[in-house]
């Protein structure tokens, strides 16, 4: 783009670059006129004093064929040479891991012959390699130094300057500082009400303080973006998270409402967020509703400039595991041979390949007694580290004063969006605005679960339930946690029935107590609690600071609040030792110890002896305390969770499988929670399923089933299901497969559709059979695609009064009939966990669920919580078995797929234990395993590995009592009869039977009916060859004025 170059040519050195240069290119081209016209236009740009030849010599024929001729461009033109050598790698001995690097990016194999290779000359030569390589033209060396001398460069880099913030646009007269500090007042009056904020001294002292450190540090603007855009948010009904991180501990931010927690009510700390004593940018990070947080950032984009707003890059790196993975697989190693070596690298955070031998002593031997693993680790150990690829990152977003490439460099992502070419951290050193727009789903179940309870016209609002109700504390203390934000790992569901959580703020000490670290004072923590233990405390300024935790610190806060009270440190300065205690930099630490312990005897006449004992505690603590802000705002959000599900079960529970459509393990262990809970999960109707999982009464007005979503079903598309539920609320219920597919249009509901919606029970409701409904798809679509054509044409079809098509089509004229073999009850349960993710009118192992109840069986809805490498038993089916051999010893081993109620999960079966268990090892089986939980290095997820398989035998009758919640009122079994209330809640019943009424009968009875219009309803039912009857509803179109001489002329089809 010789525009762009010329338009910013000033104070810029040009090279005429490498061999693949414009200019370079057409000399190999042997078109020297054209190379001369290119070689002036870059002259007029940058002029004769800033232009250079670049000569290279990588031992190329090309190279040195171009440099020959660029020698006599530089006599012609008057230019300078200077020699340049292209850098891909330091040294030249790093040159073979470099192309191990290559056959990585490119998915090539070391040994392969065509593949991109680079010269071993290309690393960075030294003066003395650069001028022997050009000896014959010394002077391009020279001028390497010229250029040097030339350059005069400062990037100027302050992460704490606000200049490069958008400024907020204020649309009166006021200033920006003064519309701010206006926001502030209305919301303190609106949170606190008009008497407290005018007259609570210390809410008012904390407002003013705030404001005034955010207004000196000039982060008002920053403040009003965000404001604006939550605000833009929350009036739009795209749900907001009550706070994350710090944030949570501002005045401001709550009266803003960028939070939605009292930092007063909660003890939390403003300098803890935004610390006066240590200039730096504040942080919000804001959670929004998955599913609407795009709406929040293109609201940004439009308002600051697509230009000005972008997503931020993220390098993936080559980790310890992956790049001995990655390094075998190009070396020609077999998966099984690389993660041999892999396995054997610790699995702890952050571990580096150097730092894994020393702590493996079975890898340092493989290392030093294996050739092939030796030098796999050495190409290993030189690319751990570097990037992989890039990607996005997951909230990031920046926003410029200006357009963005001003500043930063921009380049394009996979679809097409705008993202920056600096990560983080660079960007937060140039002072670049970022914020984290995160995505939590949990608000998108809750904001769910509240619409569902509002569907009946009902005001229930979230933000005001009360935050001490029993019922949720009950749910919590019995460990019923499944579904509740933050609690519900099997850990926390054994530490919530220990804990005897009564207030919120044991919600919060929750939350920063279950982490590596604290969880070892949790015991203790408990016997305080509950008064087993005595609580003492090293000073009783201490109990002033941590009461509220039993004398145990376990928030950040603390240390803080505690240096402050004992100490004299403002809380500035104290959030700064809290810091300096976390990084235990020794020379720091030495410092603030006796700052500290000065302080202790000034202010409080604390001995040195006394003060060192306290400095000692809080060191201890600050290592692993948790931020309380952000466990509180988190807090929250659990204990909402927890009060919906105790007191709106089935609305809670519909919104959370309506939020997992996709992830049939989840969906697995949400069915088996609601079963527990005494709610039936229902399979999908056409006729009485929406979208979503949806809440469904019994008949008695009580909600206590959930209707399985139409859309959750796998093949059928959120598009043609929502055409077909709007259709049903249009026009009525559906008659039978064949008339929804006539009333749908062919494009919507094709062959596969069909086929899943009837595999999946949707039309139980007809009485037909789901084989004879399947044997029959090609001839249904084939009708509804005639139907279709003859609407088209201007032929009326059945109950139409116009070109809609009508509701009370059944499939009466359609008398083809086809030979089917009927489904087993497993072909059945198959199909339904095919495309359902569970069983829904039963369960393979329904004849045992006496057993589980009895044993010691963990669940595999636990999997992901147990601890790596230890054995437990678990008691399940084999749903598949894929049986192989091993490359090298050709001996068998087995993968499982092995289910239970909860889930399913891969269990390896290797050859030990797979000669033992041949005959059990069967499609279908009942076993008990004992097996160890090991880490999948492939998807990082823990999976299974068998130490013993036996078969389990079927209990007997008597001991499995039916479920209820199993057999979740399908009509599949009995096919559809009509229910005696709804028969008599209808004014008037018409009777038809198959076989002996028709079509002709249908036009009669819709002519009938059109010509008596009324307010009366009608039901028809319809009685199937097979003996099922089921009830239609044919619409309120169809409604009668009911009298006698309808009557009569109905009488063929009254009983």
């Known amino acids: 783009d010789k525009e762009a170059l010329n338009k910013y040519s000033e104070g810029i050195i040009c090279l005429s670059g490498c061999i693949k240069g414009e200019i370079n290119y057409w000399i190999q081209q042997d078109q020297l006129k054209i190379a001369r016209e290119k070689l002036s236009e870059y002259v007029d740009i940058y002029g004769k004093d800033d232009f250079y030849l670049e000569m290279h010599d990588h031992g190329m024929d090309q190279q040195r064929i171009c440099n020959r001729q660029l020698l006599e461009f530089c006599g012609e033109f008057s230019l300078k040479p200077v020699a340049a050598n292209d850098v891909h790698f330091l040294n030249r001995k790093d040159h073979e891991a470099h192309d191990v690097l290559i056959c990585i990016g490119t998915g090539k194999m070391v040994l392969d012959e065509n593949r991109m290779r680079y010269s071993p000359e290309v690393h960075f030569k030294t003066a003395r390699e650069m001028r022997q390589l050009f000896k014959e033209v010394p002077v391009a060396c020279d001028n390497t130094l010229e250029i040097a001398e030339k350059i005069n460069f400062d990037l100027v880099l302050d992460s704490t300057s606000s200049e490069r913030y958008p400024e907020y646009e204020v649309n009166l007269a006021s200033s920006r500082e003064d519309y701010f500090r206006e926001l502030c007042e209305e919301g303190l009056i609106e949170r606190y009400g008009s008497e407290r904020a005018k007259n609570d001294e210390e809410l008012r002292n904390r407002l003013d303080y705030e404001i005034g450190i955010m207004e000196r540090m000039g982060f008002v603007s920053y403040f009003l973006i965000t404001w604006d855009f939550i605000k833009w948010a929350k009036d739009n009904k795209i749900p907001v998270g009550p706070g994350r991180g710090s944030a949570a501990g501002s005045l401001v931010a709550y009266v803003l409402g960028i939070t939605d927690l009292d930092p007063l009510r909660y003890g939390l700390i403003f300098e803890r967020f935004l610390n006066p004593e240590r200039v730096s940018p504040p942080d919000v990070d804001v959670d929004f509703c998955q599913t609407r947080r795009p709406e929040v950032i293109e609201y940004v984009r439009q308002k600051y400039g697509e230009k000005c707003v972008s997503h931020i890059i993220t390098f993936?790196?080559?980790?310890?595991?992956?790049?001995?993975?990655?390094?075998?697989?190009?070396?020609?190693?077999?998966?099984?041979?690389?993660?041999?070596?892999?396995?054997?690298?610790?699995?702890?955070?952050?571990?580096?390949?150097?730092?894994?031998?020393?702590?493996?002593?079975?890898?340092?031997?493989?290392?030093?007694?294996?050739?092939?693993?030796?030098?796999?680790?050495?190409?290993?150990?030189?690319?751990?580290?570097?990037?992989?690829?890039?990607?996005?990152?997951?909230?990031?977003?920046?926003?410029?004063?200006?357009?963005?490439?001003?500043?930063?460099?921009?380049?394009?992502?996979?679809?097409?969006?705008?993202?920056?070419?600096?990560?983080?951290?660079?960007?937060?050193?140039?002072?670049?605005?970022?914020?984290?727009?995160?995505?939590?789903?949990?608000?998108?179940?809750?904001?769910?679960?509240?619409?569902?309870?509002?569907?009946?016209?009902?005001?229930?609002?979230?933000?005001?339930?009360?935050?001490?109700?029993?019922?949720?504390?009950?749910?919590?203390?019995?460990?019923?946690?499944?579904?509740?934000?933050?609690?519900?790992?099997?850990?926390?569901?054994?530490?919530?029935?220990?804990?005897?959580?009564?207030?919120?703020?044991?919600?919060?000490?929750?939350?920063?107590?279950?982490?590596?670290?604290?969880?070892?004072?949790?015991?203790?923590?408990?016997?305080?609690?509950?008064?087993?233990?005595?609580?003492?405390?090293?000073?009783?300024?201490?109990?002033?600071?941590?009461?509220?935790?039993?004398?145990?610190?376990?928030?950040?806060?603390?240390?803080?609040?505690?240096?402050?009270?004992l100490a004299g440190y403002s809380l500035g300065d104290a959030d700064l030792l809290r810091r300096a205690m976390g990084k235990k930099d020794p020379d720091e630490m030495a410092k603030q110890r006796t700052i500290f312990v000065e302080g202790c005897k000034n202010y409080n006449e604390i001995s040195e002896k006394k003060a060192n004992g306290i400095f000692d505690l809080l060191e201890k603590f600050a290592g692993y305390g948790f931020n309380k802000s952000h466990s509180a705002a988190y807090g929250l959000i659990s204990y909402q969770t927890a009060y919906l599900k105790a007191n709106y079960p089935v609305e809670f529970m519909s919104a959370l499988l309506s939020n997992e459509i996709n992830n049939t393990d989840k969906i697995s262990v949400f069915v088996e929670e609601c079963k527990s809970m005494g709610i039936k999960v229902l399979p999908p109707d056409v006729n009485k399923?929406?979208?979503?999982?949806?809440?469904?009464?019994?008949?008695?007005?009580?909600?206590?089933?959930?209707?399985?979503?139409?859309?959750?079903?796998?093949?059928?598309?959120?598009?043609?299901?929502?055409?077909?539920?709007?259709?049903?609320?249009?026009?009525?219920?559906?008659?039978?497969?064949?008339?929804?597919?006539?009333?749908?249009?062919?494009?919507?509901?094709?062959?596969?559709?069909?086929?899943?919606?009837?595999?999946?029970?949707?039309?139980?409701?007809?009485?037909?059979?789901?084989?004879?409904?399947?044997?029959?798809?090609?001839?249904?679509?084939?009708?509804?695609?005639?139907?279709?054509?003859?609407?088209?044409?201007?032929?009326?079809?059945?109950?139409?009064?116009?070109?809609?098509?009508?509701?009370?089509?059944?499939?009466?004229?359609?008398?083809?009939?086809?030979?089917?073999?009927?489904?087993?009850?497993?072909?059945?349960?198959?199909?339904?966990?095919?495309?359902?993710?569970?069983?829904?009118?039963?369960?393979?192992?329904?004849?045992?669920?006496?057993?589980?109840?009895?044993?010691?069986?963990?669940?595999l809805s636990e999997l992901q919580d147990l601890r790596e490498n230890k054995k437990y038993n678990f008691m399940g089916r084999i749903a598949g078995v894929e049986k192989m051999f091993t490359k090298k010893a050709g001996k068998p081993f087995a993968k499982l797929n092995f289910e239970e109620f909860t889930g399913q999960t891969e269990v390896m079966v290797w050859s030990e234990v797979f000669v033992k268990s041949t005959e059990v090892l069967q499609t279908g089986a009942v076993i008990e395993l004992l097996a160890k939980v090991e880490l999948d290095s492939r998807t990082e997820t823990k999976r299974l590995t068998a130490e013993k398989i036996k078969t389990i035998s079927k209990p007997s009758e008597s001991s499995?009592?039916?479920?209820?919640?199993?057999?979740?009122?399908?009509?599949?079994?009995?096919?559809?009869?009509?229910?005696?209330?709804?028969?008599?809640?209808?004014?008037?019943?018409?009777?038809?039977?198959?076989?002996?009424h028709d079509s002709s009968d249908l036009y009669k009875i819709r002519d009938v009916l059109i010509a008596h219009p009324g307010s009366d309803s009608v039901g028809i039912s319809y009685t199937a060859s097979n003996g099922n009857s089921i009830w239609l509803d044919p619409g309120s179109r169809y409604s009668v004025n009911d009298n006698e001489q309808l009557r009569a002329e109905l009488a063929t089809w009254l009983k």
Request: charged residues 25%; aromatic residues 8%; contains cysteine.
């Open 316 to 565: 993936g790196t080559l980790g310890a595991k992956s790049v001995v993975r990655d390094v075998g697989r190009v070396m020609g190693w077999s998966y099984g041979e690389a993660d041999r070596i892999a396995k054997m690298i610790p699995n702890e955070l952050g571990i580096t390949l150097t730092s894994a031998r020393k702590k493996n002593p079975e890898l340092k031997e493989a290392i030093a007694s294996e050739p092939a693993t030796e030098q796999l680790w050495e190409y290993s150990t030189f690319l751990e580290g570097l990037t992989r690829g890039v990607g996005i990152h997951a909230a990031g977003i920046v926003i410029g004063d200006c357009e963005l490439d001003v500043h930063v460099p921009l380049t394009r992502g996979n679809e097409n969006e705008v993202v920056t070419q600096y990560a983080m951290k660079p960007l937060t050193d140039l002072g670049m605005l970022k914020m984290d727009f995160l995505g939590l789903k949990t608000l998108t179940v809750i904001q769910d679960a509240v619409d569902l309870i509002n569907r009946e016209g009902t005001d229930f609002d979230i933000s005001n339930i009360p935050i001490d109700d029993k019922k949720t504390f009950e749910l919590l203390n019995a460990g019923e946690t499944c579904g509740v934000f933050q609690l519900e790992s099997g850990g926390m569901v054994a530490l919530c029935k220990q804990f005897g959580v009564n207030k919120i703020e044991d919600i919060i000490a929750l939350i920063a107590l279950y982490r590596p670290g604290p969880m070892e004072l949790i015991p203790d923590f408990i016997d305080r609690k509950k008064g087993k233990k005595k609580v003492e405390y090293l000073h009783p300024l201490l109990e002033e600071v941590s009461k509220e935790t039993h004398g145990i610190l376990i928030y950040q806060e603390q240390v803080q609040k505690a240096a402050n009270v």
């Open 960 to 996: 499995n009592q039916p479920d209820e919640n199993l057999n979740n009122n399908s009509s599949y079994q009995n096919g559809s009869t009509p229910h005696p209330a709804q028969e008599e809640q209808l004014v008037l019943n018409v009777y038809l039977r198959s076989g002996v």
């Open 689 to 859: 399923s929406y979208l979503k999982f949806s809440p469904e009464d019994s008949g008695d007005g009580r909600l206590s089933s959930i209707r399985y979503g139409l859309a959750a079903i796998k093949n059928v598309g959120s598009a043609a299901m929502n055409l077909a539920v709007n259709e049903r609320a249009e026009s009525g219920d559906y008659l039978s497969a064949d008339d929804f597919a006539r009333r749908l249009e062919s494009r919507s509901v094709n062959k596969k559709i069909l086929e899943s919606l009837t595999k999946a029970g949707a039309f139980d409701f007809s009485g037909e059979e789901r084989a004879s409904i399947f044997a029959r798809v090609d001839s249904i679509i084939s009708a509804a695609s005639l139907a279709h054509k003859d609407r088209i044409s201007g032929q009326t079809s059945l109950f139409d009064e116009d070109t809609d098509y009508g509701s009370a089509q059944i499939g009466l004229n359609n008398n083809t009939l086809v030979e089917f073999e009927p489904w087993s009850e497993d072909e059945i349960l198959a199909a339904e966990r095919e495309l359902l993710g569970f069983y829904v009118t039963g369960h393979p192992l329904n004849p045992y669920r006496s057993l589980f109840a009895k044993g010691s069986y963990k669940r």
